[in-house]
């Protein structure tokens, strides 16, 4: 079950991180990707719910502090430098982030001969996707 907390975990900070840079991003066509990713993200946040209790989808969502963090964090930057190019750059590195802590649970996994879940490795398609996408507005 701890990857798919992790999902959880995960796409939910994507989702708050995306909520969050709508207002910043000027760019229509890099609009529609964001929205779409968000809810890529929204379907896996969904299907990894599905598998949890409440009890512990509770414990997998951001807290207010954490929440507020990620959203001074992006209005500070984006104050700064609202133009496309810094956008995608920090939708990526909020992205590389993610892929690096579902990396660090499946490798946690492989070394104890756990299989990994198709859902986890949908996540780390999808993130490579966002990603790929994002690499356009550099």
């Not at 529609?32 to 969904?46: A, G, Y």
């Not at 299907?47 to 209005?75: R, W």
């Not at 490798?107 to 490795?121: F, H, S, T, V």
Request: aromatic share 4%; hydrophobic share 35%; charged share 25%.
């Amino acid at each position: 079950m701890n990857i798919t907390k992790e999902i959880v975990k995960n796409t939910d900070m994507g989702i708050q991180a995306i909520n969050n840079i709508r207002s910043y991003v000027e760019d229509e066509e890099l609009m529609h990707k964001v929205l779409c990713q968000r809810e890529d993200l929204k379907k896996i946040q969904q299907d990894a719910e599905n598998m949890l209790t409440n009890e512990e989808i509770k414990e997998c969502k951001s807290g207010k502090f954490q929440k507020m963090m990620l959203k001074t964090g992006v209005t500070m930057n984006a104050i700064f430098d609202k133009s496309t190019e810094n956008i995608a750059q920090m939708l990526i590195e909020g992205t590389n982030m993610g892929i690096n802590s579902v990396q660090k649970t499946i490798n946690e996994m492989q070394d104890n001969g756990q299989e990994i879940p198709n859902l986890a490795n949908d996540l780390m398609s999808l993130y490579q996707k966002n990603i790929t996408e994002l690499r356009a507005y550099l």
